[in-house]
């Protein structure tokens, strides 16, 4: 009896064991996900705006895709999202994931719309080295450099910014980089305006031409704050130059809290509540302090026996 | 009183009626005992407050989605029984309905003890207790904060003057009387009775004082409550953001006093041996009342839930269904049933409204009452806008903690204990009024 008992426990510990096992290794989903088919193509402009989704939403646990530094969570630690073991996954299957989210990989079912979802693993999938039709981003191969730098020029009339990315050969020659993805970015009140566009890969020159926004607002002077830098550090380490300058539409800047309003300081209150508080305030303490003081008067009444 | 016909023949006699007032306040052996086991309890439930300061407010089960929890709830309730002093002694006495007459006090006593610890209820909700000082410096107008602060100290200030000046007559009479009191108490009695000896001008001019504040205390005892539904009704959260906030609050406000009040009278009654004066007409008036008041507020019930019960807009839709169907469902309709509905029923009877029964239902009323207030506090809380996601499972729920739940009950404590005090240092039942409204001469020595 007493074995039996032994021996029942002990095939239910293994049995949770197993299962907690295969449960923290096997993360599947359900073969009706698998079937869903990414509605979207891969052309450049989708692999590039889900490149800019996945540097916001994934990265900070993902890494850079096919680079394999990933964050190294516990218990389980996030896959290389570009590495062809993950990539044998069909577009549902990642679909479901993303969606549903697992131990600490989070769900994004609300957080990120269906179509950003969808460009991310449009994304993915161009490190795929079974499917053709993306290749080309990653073709072109650069010399080894060191030294890289941005060189921005800015053509005032037309808005135009031409960012050109160069770097020093072993030989000393400053040679132009292709194929480099580039971020050119606008400060603004919080945080950065991507103003890239959709196809910001440096040409043979090592140049990408941006087109500044013809209606964008800057401060009094016109001056904007403008950031551009290599999108992935991975290549060359943080490559960023940044620089003011007057392209933005000139305007006078409100601060929302220098008028009167709700949610205004309390000197910036609305005149009408201040007084209905004070008057409010004054006429019922007035009425108070009136009765106290004729409260005062009581005892010398006495006296005053008509 | 000069200016009333001649006594009339009846069997209460002046000394009589100061007797039987005055016996409990000279010698009660239950009440010390009361007394201690309040002492008690507040000293061990202030240990948990003790913690709680030198903690910080992680020891509560607040977190950053329920931010208001036990607390608030509690706060709303105790301002909602206050403000049975306003509608007694001051909107039945301006219509000047006379049965109120011996229950007028104990109303005003409620308020007083009420009021005074939902003032620092808010103060125990606070994580640096100290700052609240920082409300009047920086605070702002445009803040219902602001309003809330002002409006409480205001009606407990007005109340502790209801509670006094129309007991300067009696005041004067203990002054004379109570030969053993403590020293202190006869100081106290000596300097509150402003050396009233009813002459026919310090009448006058003192129904003139009680007057001005019993109209005075309306547009603040209505302010006091409506300014604490705009906490929650001047934000744009699901289940709160509603225009009917304020009367809905006052209405169910009174519901809550009532009970207060009957359940205090009832023990009164009993404790202090005042059958005579606490009588059954008192209750069966009362349960009449409180049919009234329930069913204004059943009424503003079925406007604040049916009507957006039936359009169910998104956002709505989730906090009702929870509220109706889901975790709260209990919590909600024993609170609508236990707490409005079957007491109407019951209390249209006259049999129910003898004073045992109309105690048992007014307890359910309370009871109904509170939870009804956390009902209104916490769920809404837990349904934001926004989707709660990404955040640690416990800031997903809300259940109080011990520590919590034992600084609410220190609340309870507290103002029992206060109304404890007064009733034994002052004549819960006025003795001049009655006297007077019984048409018996009333006699002040100098």
Same mark, same amino acid.
């Given at each position: 009896?007493?074995?039996?008992?032994?021996?029942?426990?002990?095939?239910?510990?293994?049995?949770?064991?197993?299962?907690?096992?295969?449960?923290?290794?096997?993360?599947?989903?359900? &073969?009706?996900?698998?079937?869903?088919?990414?509605?979207?193509?891969?052309?450049?402009?989708?692999?590039?705006?889900?490149?800019?989704?996945?540097?916001?939403?994934?990265?900070?646990?993902?890494?850079? &895709?096919?680079?394999?530094?990933?964050?190294?969570?516990?218990?389980?630690?996030?896959?290389?999202?570009?590495?062809? &073991?993950?990539?044998?996954?069909?577009?549902?299957?990642?679909?479901?994931?993303?969606?549903?989210?697992?131990?600490?990989?989070?769900?994004?079912?609300?957080?990120?719309?269906?179509?950003?979802?969808?460009?991310?693993?449009?994304?993915?999938?161009?490190?795929?080295?079974?499917?053709? &039709?993306?290749?080309?981003?990653?073709?072109?191969?650069?010399?080894?450099?060191?030294?890289?730098?941005?060189?921005?020029?800015?053509?005032?009339?037309?808005?135009?910014?031409?960012?050109?990315?160069?770097?020093?050969?072993?030989?000393?020659?400053?040679?132009?980089?292709?194929?480099?993805?580039?971020?050119?970015?606008?400060?603004?009140?919080?945080?950065?305006?991507?103003?890239?566009?959709?196809?910001?890969?440096?040409?043979?020159?090592?140049?990408?031409?941006?087109?500044?926004?013809?209606?964008?607002?800057?401060?009094?002077?016109?001056?904007?704050?403008?950031?551009?830098?290599?999108?992935?550090?991975?290549?060359?380490?943080?490559?960023?130059?940044?620089?003011?300058?007057?392209?933005?539409?000139?305007?006078?800047?409100?601060?929302?809290?220098?008028?009167?309003?709700?949610?205004?300081?309390?000197?910036?209150?609305?005149?009408?509540?201040?007084?209905?508080?004070?008057?409010?305030?004054?006429?019922?303490?007035?009425?108070?302090?009136?009765?106290?003081?004729?409260?005062?008067?009581?005892?010398?009444?006495?006296?005053?026996?008509? | 009183?000069? !200016?009333?016909?001649?006594?009339?023949?009846?069997?209460?006699?002046?000394?009589?009626?100061?007797? !039987?007032?005055?016996?409990?306040?000279?010698?009660?052996?239950?009440?010390?005992?009361?007394?201690?086991?309040?002492?008690?309890?507040?000293?061990?439930?202030?240990?948990?407050?003790?913690?709680?300061?030198? !903690?910080?407010?992680?020891?509560?089960?607040?977190?950053?989605?329920?931010?208001?929890?036990?607390?608030?709830?509690?706060?709303?309730?105790?301002?909602?029984?206050?403000?049975?002093?306003?509608?007694?002694?001051?909107?039945?006495?301006?219509?000047?309905?006379?049965?109120?007459?011996?229950?007028?006090?104990?109303?005003?006593?409620?308020?007083?003890?009420?009021?005074?610890?939902?003032?620092?209820?808010?103060?125990?909700?606070?994580?640096?207790?100290?700052?609240?000082?920082?409300?009047?410096?920086?605070?702002?107008?445009?803040?219902?904060?602001?309003?809330?602060?002002?409006?409480?100290?205001?009606?407990?200030?007005?109340?502790?003057?209801?509670?006094?000046?129309?007991?300067?007559?009696?005041?004067?009479?203990?002054?004379?009387?109570?030969?053993?009191?403590?020293?202190?108490?006869?100081?106290?009695?000596?300097?509150?009775?402003?050396?009233?000896?009813?002459?026919?001008?310090?009448?006058?001019?003192?129904?003139?004082?009680?007057?001005?504040?019993?109209?005075?205390?309306?547009?603040?005892?209505?302010?006091?409550?409506?300014?604490?539904?705009?906490?929650?009704?001047?934000?744009?959260?699901?289940?709160?953001?509603?225009?009917?906030?304020?009367?809905?609050?006052?209405?169910?406000?009174?519901?809550?006093?009532?009970?207060?009040?009957?359940?205090?009278?009832?023990?009164?009654?009993?404790?202090?041996?005042?059958?005579?004066?606490?009588?059954?007409?008192?209750? !069966?008036?009362?349960?009449?009342?409180?049919?009234?008041?329930?069913?204004?507020?059943?009424?503003?019930?079925?406007?604040?839930?049916?009507?957006?019960?039936?359009?169910?807009?998104?956002?709505?839709?989730?906090?009702?269904?929870?509220?109706?169907?889901?975790?709260?469902?209990?919590?909600?309709?024993?609170?609508?049933?236990?707490?409005?509905?079957?007491?109407?029923?019951?209390?249209?009877?006259?049999?129910?409204?003898?004073?045992?029964?109309?105690?048992?239902?007014?307890?359910?009323?309370?009871?109904?009452?509170?939870?009804?207030?956390?009902?209104?506090?916490?769920?809404?809380?837990?349904?934001?806008?926004?989707?709660?996601?990404?955040?640690?499972?416990?800031?997903?729920?809300?259940?109080?903690?011990?520590?919590?739940?034992?600084?609410?009950?220190?609340?309870?404590?507290?103002?029992?204990?206060?109304?404890?005090?007064?009733?034994?240092?002052?004549?819960?039942?006025?003795?001049?009024?009655?006297?007077?409204?019984?048409?018996?001469?009333?006699?002040?020595?100098?």
């Amino acid at each position: 009896m007493k074995n039996a008992i032994k021996i029942i426990a002990s095939l239910f510990l293994l049995f949770a064991f197993s299962a907690t096992v295969t449960m923290a290794q096997k993360w599947s989903a359900p &073969a009706s996900a698998k079937k869903k088919q990414n509605p979207y193509e891969a052309s450049t402009k989708n692999i590039s705006s889900g490149k800019k989704i996945y540097n916001i939403n994934c990265k900070s646990c993902h890494g850079d &895709a096919t680079m394999g530094n990933m964050l190294p969570l516990q218990p389980v630690a996030p896959s290389d999202l570009g590495s062809q &073991a993950f990539l044998m996954q069909t577009d549902g299957e990642i679909y479901y994931k993303v969606n549903k989210g697992n131990g600490a990989m989070p769900t994004f079912e609300k957080t990120l719309s269906d179509e950003d979802k969808w460009m991310v693993i449009t994304y993915l999938r161009s490190f795929d080295q079974n499917k053709k &039709a993306s290749k080309k981003i990653a073709e072109v191969i650069n010399p080894e450099v060191s030294d890289v730098r941005i060189l921005l020029d800015i053509n005032k009339e037309d808005k135009r910014i031409i960012a050109n990315l160069s770097g020093l050969t072993k030989k000393g020659d400053r040679v132009a980089l292709q194929g480099i993805e580039l971020s050119v970015k606008v400060k603004r009140n919080f945080g950065y305006l991507d103003i890239s566009g959709d196809d910001a890969y440096t040409n043979e020159k090592g140049e990408v031409s941006v087109q500044f926004p013809k209606d964008l607002p800057a401060d009094r002077e016109g001056h904007v704050n403008l950031l551009v830098k290599v999108t992935d550090d991975a290549y060359y380490g943080e490559v960023i130059v940044d620089r003011i300058a007057s392209l933005g539409i000139p305007t006078n800047p409100v601060n929302p809290l220098d008028e009167r309003a709700m949610w205004g300081t309390r000197a910036n209150a609305p005149i009408w509540i201040i007084l209905s508080y004070v008057g409010g305030v004054i006429c019922i303490w007035g009425v108070i302090f009136l009765v106290l003081f004729q409260l005062i008067q009581l005892p010398k009444l006495a006296k005053n026996k008509e | 009183m000069n !200016d009333l016909p001649e006594q009339k023949e009846t069997t209460l006699s002046f000394e009589k009626i100061k007797k !039987d007032i005055l016996r409990p306040m000279q010698n009660h052996k239950g009440l010390e005992l009361w007394i201690a086991f309040l002492v008690t309890v507040i000293s061990v439930c202030a240990w948990a407050y003790y913690v709680q300061l030198r !903690d910080g407010l992680g020891v509560t089960g607040m977190r950053d989605y329920v931010s208001w929890g036990l607390y608030i709830a509690n706060f709303v309730f105790f301002v909602a029984v206050s403000l049975v002093g306003m509608l007694i002694s001051s909107i039945l006495g301006l219509l000047r309905i006379d049965w109120i007459t011996p229950i007028s006090r104990i109303a005003e006593i409620i308020a007083v003890a009420f009021v005074a610890v939902a003032g620092l209820v808010i103060i125990m909700d606070m994580g640096r207790p100290d700052r609240v000082v920082n409300v009047l410096i920086h605070g702002r107008f445009q803040s219902p904060i602001l309003w809330d602060i002002t409006v409480v100290t205001t009606y407990l200030t007005i109340s502790l003057l209801l509670l006094i000046l129309p007991m300067i007559p009696d005041l004067a009479i203990c002054k004379n009387e109570l030969k053993k009191a403590s020293p202190f108490l006869k100081r106290l009695y000596n300097l509150l009775s402003f050396g009233y000896i009813n002459t026919p001008s310090q009448y006058k001019h003192l129904h003139k004082m009680i007057r001005t504040l019993m109209v005075l205390i309306v547009p603040v005892g209505l302010a006091i409550h409506t300014v604490t539904s705009w906490l929650f009704a001047a934000t744009l959260r699901n289940g709160w953001d509603t225009t009917i906030f304020g009367p809905y609050f006052v209405a169910g406000a009174f519901v809550a006093g009532s009970a207060g009040l009957i359940v205090a009278m009832y023990f009164f009654r009993v404790s202090y041996k005042l059958k005579d004066y606490i009588t059954d007409v008192q209750f !069966d008036n009362m349960g009449k009342l409180m049919v009234a008041v329930c069913l204004v507020y059943l009424y503003f019930n079925l406007n604040e839930f049916l009507v957006p019960g039936y359009k169910m807009k998104t956002g709505d839709d989730v906090h009702l269904t929870e509220l109706f169907a889901g975790h709260w469902a209990i919590m909600f309709w024993s609170s609508q049933l236990l707490g409005n509905v079957i007491p109407i029923m019951l209390l249209v009877t006259k049999k129910f409204r003898k004073p045992f029964p109309i105690m048992v239902i007014s307890l359910f009323i309370l009871a109904g009452a509170w939870i009804k207030r956390y009902v209104i506090v916490i769920p809404t809380l837990l349904h934001p806008h926004l989707p709660i996601q990404n955040v640690p499972q416990n800031f997903v729920h809300y259940y109080p903690t011990a520590i919590e739940i034992s600084v609410t009950v220190l609340s309870f404590a507290l103002a029992l204990l206060i109304i404890t005090v007064l009733s034994k240092i002052f004549p819960v039942v006025p003795i001049c009024e009655i006297a007077e409204q019984k048409g018996i001469e009333v006699k002040i020595e100098a």
